[in-house]
């Protein structure tokens, strides 16, 4: 059965009170946008190993001392094939805290990096305490890394525990999502998209969707190249045109509805084309300027 949280309860809070309460779960999946959800996944990481046992790192035993961060630890540059940098590290120096995540030359989490951190966290925890990994991106596993994933999580390994990190939870198989404890981070700001303090990228991909119905096809073909080059950030950034459209569709939608008007069958259709091209981006490896493509057009059919 899948764990839900309520969102009135601060993550922070609900993740500290399971360590307080003797209560925490092998794996927990915690979802949102922005950096809160991977800082609050290594502070709980901590959290747990702390010798204090209150849900916060009391940074005055060993453990917290050893996994505190500091700026030669966050700069490790890990690669996924392991042959430019190590395909995990460390917390701080703590031998029982693991970070994974997308190399900066790498479209995908590996299978080879899960299946190094499942060799890992069952040679058991070198201190005796808890051992915990952390994935951050969790996205960005591929398809195989999943499916070695689930396997660890079918049957952990006493005394260890996974923490996922990902900007949507809909990117995450369904069997790991019900094996996990679902954490969820609300929006920081109620503005949203048109937030006066979003990224210029942000503001960009609103103004074109403000404007999408005017915008000729070969205007929207110029706007999409931009999203060419290497994979790895282009890939990045057609998941953020992605999230914008997304919620811009939803703004159109609902101003509909608070006209009178009924949301139209290419809408809902604009909806589901949205989610199938965030699959194909990040599960079967597509060009991401071609997904930029398709996206826009099809947003322009969908509203024109």
Request: charged letters at 25%.
């Amino acid at each position: 059965m899948q764990h839900e949280i309520h969102r009135e309860n601060h993550p922070a809070e609900i993740l500290g009170r399971s360590i307080r309460n003797d209560r925490v779960h092998s794996s927990y999946l915690l979802t949102g946008a922005g950096d809160l959800p991977s800082t609050t996944a290594r502070d709980f990481a901590r959290a747990l190993v702390c010798r204090d046992g209150q849900g916060v790192a009391c940074e005055n035993c060993d453990p917290c001392r050893r996994s505190r961060e500091d700026p030669e630890t966050e700069g490790i540059v890990l690669d996924g094939k392991g042959k430019r940098g190590p395909t995990y590290r460390h917390v701080g120096d703590h031998p029982d805290l693991l970070w994974v995540e997308r190399g900066p030359e790498d479209t995908r989490i590996s299978i080879g990096q899960v299946r190094d951190i499942q060799a890992a966290l069952r040679l058991g925890a070198n201190e005796g305490g808890r051992r915990v990994a952390v994935i951050n991106g969790a996205e960005w596993l591929n398809p195989q890394a999943q499916n070695a994933l689930l396997r660890l999580l079918e049957e952990p390994p006493p005394g260890t525990n996974l923490v996922l990190v990902a900007s949507r939870a809909s990117a995450i198989l369904a069997t790991i999502r019900s094996r996990s404890v679902r954490i969820r981070f609300p929006a920081t700001s109620g503005a949203g998209i048109r937030d006066p303090d979003a990224s210029e990228e942000v503001t960009l991909i609103v103004q074109t969707l403000d404007a999408i119905r005017d915008h000729s096809v070969g205007q929207l073909l110029d706007f999409a190249e931009q999203y060419r080059g290497a994979r790895a950030p282009a890939a990045e950034s057609v998941t953020e045109l992605i999230d914008v459209s997304a919620e811009w569709l939803c703004e159109e939608v609902k101003t509909r509805v608070a006209h009178g008007v009924s949301p139209s069958s290419r809408s809902l259709d604009a909806h589901r084309s949205l989610q199938q091209l965030r699959r194909d981006l990040i599960q079967r490896n597509a060009n991401p300027q071609m997904v930029a493509e398709r996206l826009l057009l099809g947003l322009r059919d969908s509203v024109g």
